[in-house]
């Protein structure tokens, strides 16, 4: 399994926007890019996944570079609700099931 | 139900006394796993399910940790003889037919204590 490395803590303000780097050195040819967040006393939330290139839902933007050695996230115009822990996981997505393999994550606190 | 139910939410255990803890997952979900969460750090696999047939155990840490899904829908992890470092939240997600194209969903958790 791909290592993932990402910084252990980020500080924003409310309404700037957050980029979160993700480096998987080591990713392999059929391995997608996952993007959970948690919050205190709940389970991991799926965010976003991607292969390659720009992926954008409602709730943030992908970016994963040719060599998809890196990824980031992207969260536009943070509030305080999104302060919370991500986590960048490596893996392949194949259609059946796979066991996830989480880091520390980074925590994202977010100040008025 | 909308969502992954677990119970209890929270869990005091003596050392040396078994826990069972349940995990209801969306109607209709395939897949089921269990994680581990210690304080500070990220969820840690311990077993997944297709339906009724355990899959894969290769993340329980030892044998007094037990998985069961009799009838593929409700699992119950069972911890026997319970110890310290077995402290931490323990976490539930199912997804349906295995895809984690759309994530998968993780119920709220079990805090286990063990004093």
């Known amino acids: 399994l791909a290592k993932t490395t990402q910084p252990i803590s980020m500080d924003s303000y409310e309404g700037q926007e957050v980029n979160i780097t993700c480096s998987h050195n080591?990713?392999?040819?059929?391995?997608?890019i996952t993007w959970y967040q948690q919050f205190p006393s709940q389970g991991p939330r799926f965010i976003i996944q991607g292969y390659k290139t720009k992926v954008t839902n409602e709730v943030a933007s992908l970016f994963i570079p040719a060599d998809r050695k890196s990824s980031t996230l992207s969260l536009p115009r943070v509030s305080l609700s999104d302060t919370a822990v991500y986590y960048c996981l490596v893996g392949v997505s194949s259609g059946s099931a796979r066991q996830l393999t989480f880091g520390s994550g980074t925590q994202l606190t977010v100040l008025p | 139900g909308a969502g992954v139910s677990q119970s209890p939410r929270y869990k005091v255990a003596k050392r040396g006394q078994d826990v069972a803890l349940r995990c209801d997952p969306i109607s209709g979900h395939v897949s089921l796993f269990w994680y581990q969460q210690a304080l500070g750090q990220g969820p840690e696999f311990l077993t997944y399910?297709?339906?009724?047939?355990?899959?894969?155990k290769s993340g329980l840490p030892s044998d007094r940790f037990f998985a069961e899904r009799p009838e593929g829908s409700v699992s119950t992890l069972k911890i026997q003889r319970t110890q310290q470092e077995d402290s931490a939240v323990y976490l539930c997600?199912?997804?349906?037919?295995?895809?984690?194209?759309?994530?998968?969903?993780f119920g709220s958790g079990t805090r286990l204590t063990v004093v």
């Open positions: 080591n990713i392999a040819t059929n391995d997608y």
């Open positions: 997600a199912s997804s349906p037919k295995g895809k984690d194209r759309d994530g998968y969903t």
């Open positions: 399910f297709q339906n009724e047939a355990q899959l894969d």
